[in-house]
């Protein structure tokens, strides 16, 4: 290892607190641990979390010897897939007797599993990882599209991991219109069994997470055709690879599809199938069947098929606001200890977080962490109360579901990624720095924004739903206030929660008739319906924006106004929340409002400069869990940085012999 000028003993800096850190912390006026408590649900819960993280870190197996950046695209996979399946094994042997660990201990005595979950899981596999679509998509697929016999007969090998599947829905032509795949599934009665196959290179399907080498199984979605009629679209369970050997089966392509802008220990997948055979009981029969002479059975509803999207699009929102917690205790920090500049002339270079453009870059953003935060949470609760109802039989829910899912992911990972780029410009040259931990943290929000439905078509989704229900006042609860005499009144601009929601309101429902307007105006001058819609894109949009705006909000000052509060934490949220709304009002005001407004912006900026740090501080993200040298709770930055940077390979020699000596010397001994 090269040398260099130490100036901090290792000692020393396992004791450091930054100053301008401390002193923060000193002043913290509210209660931390509530806010911990509130996002993780309860004390017990931030319990359990604490416990279950501090047991995964506390096993050298799971640690990465090197950072996973200086490894190559197949050293990724198979690091990360290790500690994905240590970290499976680890949570099925029973927890060691140390009080440190008593509640995992107690949960496992009463037969209850160890949880893994989305937070503790990112702990240590931070770069996606290749188990992820078993868990997030596989099996909620069979739960949700599977029959009873079906679940029984799959779920118990799949919760064990005896067979590892993933979902295969995409192609290499079609992503969105889902109509438009092309895998084919062909029921053949004679042998009771459907016939899968490939019919073009843009029918490979192509994106499935952990499809490249991992999973042995999937839930292919493919055209199904019986009795020589196409029924649409349809979840069919297949076997890919051998269980022993793992070696692909006859008739399966399988491979990976190389390296993404982020996410890569994950090995995304392609997929063909010549001719394969699969017993008629694979394909998915909760909602449609066909029987065993062909005839096809209807589902309810056709949209039913699609349920394994809606319920991951509900957990992304959950996932984004996870993300915006990670990034924005990285940007607080960091800008609590860097100094830069000259905010008085002649006095000591300021913390950055003092300037207001500064905290105009972050506090938005915390802001948002939380109104993401109660977005999922209501977004969750609705889900399942719409599944239960489903299960007896009653769709009336599903539209509403649709366009809150639609809206919420949207609107939650466009924010997100946004929110992430300024946050990582917030801390200048070093948020550059792969050990800043911003690029993994882009990586994963931007993937999102794609992923799970394209945030356009999701928009475009939301729009169909608004302006069908301004037309025949058919929609649920989330769009109520557009049906008729439900309509916001146009009161003065009045600046309390209440008086914004109802101006949020007043902006979404502006929004939407303006769209009806261009919609009924391109019909007038001789439009087909679909030409006008194709036409009144960037109007829909807006009006679908603003709405998923006014939703979260809502959700926002409802939350707030809980009243399992404390006096101060309900008052920072409060705070938060106002900043927020008018953060998002900005965007859409008019400038007779603005100056009211700015005013209020203004003096909430100073007051959130107060308690952001320790706000931040009570997300309560272990250092190891947020990757950050930026970031860390001890404020150390620079040496961090310095560290990090000794790790690279290149600088493992003072001089790197190879390339001076066979391409630097010889250029620079080179005459003209
Ligand atoms: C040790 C390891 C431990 C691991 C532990 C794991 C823990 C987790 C780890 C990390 C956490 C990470 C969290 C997130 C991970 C996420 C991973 C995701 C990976 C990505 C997967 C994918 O991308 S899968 C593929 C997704 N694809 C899409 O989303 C496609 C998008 N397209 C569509 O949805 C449809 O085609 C579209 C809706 C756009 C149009 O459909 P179409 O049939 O053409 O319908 P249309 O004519 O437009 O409308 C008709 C009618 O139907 C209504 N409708 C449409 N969709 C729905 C629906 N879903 N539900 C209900 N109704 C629907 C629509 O509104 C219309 O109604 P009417 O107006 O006619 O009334
Ligand atoms: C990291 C990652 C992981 C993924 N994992 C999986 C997985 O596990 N399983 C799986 O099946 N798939 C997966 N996918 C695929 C993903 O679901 C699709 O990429 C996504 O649904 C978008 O579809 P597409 O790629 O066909 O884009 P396209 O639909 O081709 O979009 C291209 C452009 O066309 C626009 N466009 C398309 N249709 C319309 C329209 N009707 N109106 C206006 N504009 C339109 C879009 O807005 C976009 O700008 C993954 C993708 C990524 C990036």
Redesign the pocket.
Known sequence: MIKYKQFTDTMAASFYENPDLKRERQSCNFDKDEITNLIDGNVEKTKYRRELVEYILSDPSLKDPIPVEYLSHEEKYAAELKKACLLVQKMREPVPKEAKFETLRKRQENGKPLDIGVGPSSVILKEGNALG?HFV?FIPAIIGQGSTEQQNKWLPRALNLEIIG?????ELG????LRGLETKATYDPDTKEFILETPSLSAY?W???GLGKTSNYAVVMAQLYTKGKCEGIHPFLVQLRDETTHEPLPGIFVGEIGP?LG?NSND?GYLGFDRVRIPRDQLLMKHSQVLEDGTYVKPKSTKLGYATMVYVRVFIVQDMAQVLRKAVTIATRYSCVRHQSELKPGEPEPQILDYKAQQNKLFPALAASFAFHFAAEKVWNLYHLATENIGKGDLQMLPDLHGMSCAMKALSTSETAKFVETLRQSCGGHGYMVSSGFPRLYGIAT?SE????????LW?QVARYLIKTRMDGSGGQSVAYLIGSNLPDNKAVDLSLDGIINLFQRVAAGYVDLAMKELAEHGRQGMAPYDAWNHS?VQLIKAAQAHARYLVADCFVRSVKEDKLSGPVRSILNELCEFLLIYWLFAELKTEHLSQLQAKYMELLSIIRGYAVNVVDSFDIRDEALGSVLGCWDGNAYQRLFDEALKSPLNRNAVHRESFEKYLKPLMKSKL
């Open positions: 679509l998509m993933t979902y295969a829905q995409t079609h992503g969105t219109f399907k994106w499935p997470g993404k996410l995304n993937a794609t992923y799970e439905g394209e945030n356009t078509v475009l894109a």
